[in-house]
């Protein structure tokens, strides 16, 4: 599935320059893919997003994640996980100090128990991280498990680090709503997002942070320290592929779901499953 204008624009940001750091071209390398990052939101997501100050590219949804931990936690702090998680968030919460709390959901319906939830804060909590849809078992966080998580947030005032990279990965015509969309708590969430996972170009390492300034701004300086940048050439390819129509990624969909159920069938004549 990978796009063959982003190839392109690869190619054409190498040949202008896009292997240095030179600060007037990377200023506009970076506007290009931040700005698109933004109105991309807008366009799927629905809420506005400021891309000068609520948004920055990174290299990897994981660098994100990591960029994230580093600026928010202080050694002590406790770190709620929704079990099971992308096994990476455990190892960067301990580097950045923090302490795990895993939640762990059960089959067959996966939902969160919201008193085992409400009794996991304590006064050292500072995160709870979802993955929505998850990571990996594909459960898509309902309406009410949004708002309960959103409610605790506020009584307990702590940051939401939402890791939404499969946003347009979904079957069946299941809406996927962004933490980032709750009016209530937007100025509390941390939406990690991935071109990797939506273009099948997860060699890239293109990810992005979408924040409001107060929280961003210190991530933004963790990331000028782990990586520096992402390299320009492949911002602006990745900005080029956001700015796809959405029947690319509604076929994108349709296409995943295709393949799922093709799986589905080799796999029931093996005789797996129901």
């Known amino acids: 599935m990978i796009v063959a204008d982003e190839a392109k624009s690869v190619e054409t940001a190498l040949a202008n320059g896009g292997t240095l750091l030179k600060p007037e071209a990377f200023e506009d390398w970076q506007k290009g893919a931040q700005s698109v990052w933004a109105e991309n939101s807008r366009r799927f997501l629905g809420p506005s997003v400021d891309w000068e100050r609520e948004v920055l590219v990174t290299s990897g949804a994981t660098e994100a994640l990591a960029d994230t931990f580093l600026a928010l936690l202080q050694p002590g702090d406790e770190v709620i996980?929704?079990?099971?998680?992308?096994?990476?968030?455990?190892?960067?919460?301990?580097?950045?100090?923090?302490?795990?709390?895993p939640i762990r959901l059960s089959p067959p319906d996966w939902a969160?128990?919201?008193e085992r939830l409400r009794a996991a804060v304590t006064n050292r909590t500072r995160l709870i991280v979802v993955n929505t849809p998850m990571n990996p078992i594909g459960k898509i966080?309902?309406?009410?498990?949004?708002?309960?998580?959103?409610d605790i947030a506020i009584k307990h005032d702590l940051v939401i680090v939402a890791d939404e990279v499969y946003e347009h990965l979904v079957f069946d015509d299941r809406p996927v709503h962004s933490f980032f969309g709750l009016d209530a708590i937007r100025d509390r969430v941390v939406r990690i997002g991935s071109a990797g996972k939506s273009f099948s170009l997860t060699g890239w390492k293109v990810g992005y942070v979408t924040a409001e300034a107060h929280l961003l701004q210190p991530i933004a300086r963790a990331h000028q320290f782990v990586t520096f940048t992402t390299p320009p050439a492949l911002q602006s390819a990745v900005a080029v592929g956001l700015n796809l129509p959405d029947s690319y990624f509604l076929n994108l969909r349709k296409t995943l779901a295709n393949r799922r159920d093709l799986l589905v069938s080799g796999l029931r004549q093996a005789g797996f499953g129901g």
């Open 141 to 150: 966080f309902t309406a009410e498990e949004r708002q309960l998580i959103a």
């Open 81 to 101: 996980l929704i079990e099971p998680v992308y096994d990476a968030y455990a190892t960067l919460i301990r580097r950045a100090g923090g302490h795990v709390v």
């Open 112 to 114: 969160i128990d919201p």
